[in-house]
């Protein structure tokens, strides 16, 4: 398996490895016979000699490098219909094929890809599917047509079902939102993270009883704190894997949801499709989306979404003067609250997803 983001996927392939140098990609892995492999997008080919066989891939729409997936082992692949006519397909290491627990889970993608159509507009690639590795690694990855996660997700002593749910909800979000929407620069990750926060959580509330709106305003107390400690939603000020902090998480929601209470829910909800829709395929930047939201409101939203995005204070709350920012703590102790959090409290919500 491959989990090459934010920038390793050069040390498995030649590459410009960056999220705006997307390209089309043609695979062919050639492995002993008995042996599956795979790869994004769709089987093209399948031929055997002299003991080996070769698999080829294609897939036809850009991709940036961090997000291809090469798998190769005892593998099963699982062909599970169509939804909304998206062709789906699930690769499952054959140690936990079959499990209960792993099938009860992987059968929710038909009522997830048609909540995100709904809301997203059509799927923008060829097919989809879950990468079910059974191999110990506490994150999940939207790699293009083939997400991918640990097998852990779906043991119930280890995490909620529900919450494996919102989990696996979350990295299909990606496939509109970071994959064929994608980052031109690092800086502007809250595009993908916010956004897929944003429907995992709403999905979270509509099925599982999630209160979203306690959900926010908990975000929204931690803003200040999470722009001193990494930077502006928009400016992270870390590299690599401390790039995904909480402030691109649920910071990012948190603006998504204050630019909802300005320009109504109606209206974000046309905003959020067409966005999906028009930059299909695209790297796009920050000033892309503020651009652009502006245009579908009808109003000029520069000024509202850069104070969110860029500040290095948390914004009034649209609608709710009553909600608070709770005050800055000194680094060290922030630091040793984040990382106690992150591996105690929050294990269940991020520590499980990019």
């Known amino acids: 398996m491959v989990g090459a983001q934010p920038e390793f ?3 498995v392939f030649p590459s410009n490895d960056h999220p705006s140098d997307k390209a089309s990609y043609s ?32 897939q036809r729409q850009p991709m940036a490098s961090e997000l291809v997936q090469l798998a190769v082992g005892q593998l099963d692949v699982i062909g599970r219909g169509r939804s909304r006519g998206v062709p789906l397909r699930d690769v499952v290491a054959d140690t936990v094929s079959g499990n209960r627990d792993v099938e009860a889970l992987l059968d929710l993608t038909p009522r997830q890809m048609d909540w995100m159509v709904d ?28 997400s991918l996660h640990p097998a852990l997700l779906f043991d119930p002593e280890i995490l909620p079902p529900e919450v494996a749910d919102q989990v696996l909800l979350h990295e299909l979000a990606h496939q509109w939102y970071g994959d064929s929407v994608a980052p031109a620069t690092w800086s502007d990750l809250w595009l ?28 929204y107390a931690n803003g200040d704190q999470w722009r001193a400690d990494f930077g502006p939603v928009a400016l992270p000020s870390q590299n690599d894997f401390d790039l995904f902090s909480p402030n691109v998480y649920e910071g990012g929601a948190t603006v998504l949801y204050a630019l909802r209470q300005v320009i109504g829910d109606r209206t974000f909800r046309e905003l959020e499709r067409k966005w999906a829709q028009r930059f299909k395929g695209e790297s796009v930047t920050t000033d892309d989306f503020i651009e ?13 979404l850069r104070d969110w995005l860029y500040g290095t204070e ?29 591996f105690e409290l929050n294990a269940e919500r991020r520590l499980l997803k990019h």
Request: charged share 15%.
């Open 292 to 304: 652009f939201a502006s245009k579908v409101a009808h109003r000029n939203l520069g000024p509202f």
């Open 9 to 11: 996927a050069h040390e």
């Open 192 to 219: 993908n993270e916010g956004h897929a926060t944003w429907y995992e959580n709403t999905y979270a509330a509509e099925f599982h009883g999630l209160d979203f709106e306690a959900f926010i305003r908990d975000a």
């Open 27 to 58: 695979f062919k892995l050639e492995v002993p016979n008995g042996v599956t492999a795979v790869a994004n997008g769709v089987l093209s080919g399948r031929s055997t000699r002299g003991g080996r066989t070769t698999w080829r891939y294609s």
């Open 119 to 146: 809301r997203a507009g059509p799927y923008p690639f060829d097919l989809y599917g879950v990468l079910v590795a059974d191999q110990i690694f506490v994150y999940a990855l939207e790699t293009q047509t083939l």
């Open 314 to 342: 948390t914004p009034p709350m649209p609608g709710h003067p009553d909600w608070t920012v709770n005050p800055v703590e000194a680094q060290a102790a922030s630091a040793a609250r984040t990382g106690a959090q992150a």
